[in-house]
T-cell receptor, first 114, second 113 residues
Framework: DVKVTQSSRYLVKRTGEKVFLECVQD?????MFWYRQDPGLGLRLIYF???????EKGDIPEGYSVSREKKERFSLILESASTNQTSMYLC?????????????FGPGTRLTVT | QKEVEQNSGPLSVPEGAIASLNCTYS??????FFWYRQYSGKSPELIMS????GDKEDGRFTAQLNKASQYVSLLIRDSQPSDSATYLC?????????????FGQGTTLQVKP
């Protein structure tokens, strides 16, 4: 079974703090994704990575950066957390290059910025 | 803008009935389609994927795909209260080889005992 883990289930941070969210997958997947999910707005793609050190912006990259130094690990960084970044953050991974692109999600991190 | 549309619901069905969840997509070249189940406060869980026109059955779940009508549906037979969740439809758009998916907003299903 594919396993995607995230470093924290719940996180509370203060405005202005630098926040790191970590995601690890154990299936040797090439592609990894970070989403945020808010009521009424659905899943929104923040960033994705299709290879080590390769990344592309998603639909809402502002205020975020990412790092992928190893294939199995994809980190999301909030450089200076703000209250409007309070959300559920979801990491997902999928094999790359070929169909069928099934994405598998981690358990999520519920981040509260006060 | 490539889009995936779902009725937000809630869709309410009695226990034991068939629940029918529908999804339409705008990108005619899309090749693969997925249904995820998401319980409140949890992450999405993949339950079905379908790539060819027609039906695909897995236990109580049947996915149906009609590429000509750009329509994909999920049928849940013998619905149980434990099926109460939000169901997300996702589509792999044409021209994407990175595994990106476009998600619908989800349909909330309530199964009443």
């Amino acid at each position: 079974d594919v396993k995607v883990t995230q470093s924290s289930r719940y996180l509370v941070k203060r405005t202005g703090e630098k926040v790191f969210l970590e995601c690890v997958q154990d299936m040797d997947h090439e592609n990894m994704f970070w989403y945020r999910q808010d009521p009424g707005l659905g899943l929104r793609l923040i960033y994705f990575s299709y290879d080590v050190k390769m990344k592309e912006k998603g639909d809402i990259p502002e205020g975020y950066s990412v790092s992928r130094e190893k294939k199995e690990r994809f980190s999301l960084i909030l450089e200076s957390a703000s209250t409007n970044q309070t959300s559920m953050y979801l990491c997902a991974s999928t094999s790359g290059g070929t169909y069928p692109y099934e994405q598998y999600f981690g358990p999520g991190t519920r981040l509260t910025v006060t | 803008q490539k889009e995936v549309e779902q009725n937000s619901g809630p869709l309410s069905v009695p226990e034991g009935a068939i629940a029918s969840l529908n999804c339409t997509y705008s990108d005619r070249g899309s090749q693969s389609f997925f249904w995820y189940r998401q319980y409140s406060g949890k992450s999405p869980e993949l339950i079905m994927s379908i790539y060819s026109n027609g039906d695909k059955e897995d236990g109580r779940f049947t996915a149906q795909l009609n590429k000509a009508s750009q329509y994909v549906s999920l049928l849940i037979r013998d619905s149980q209260p434990s099926d109460s969740a939000t169901y997300l439809c996702a589509v792999n758009p044409s021209g994407s080889n990175t595994g990106k998916l476009i998600f619908g907003q989800g349909t909330t299903l309530q199964v009443k005992p």
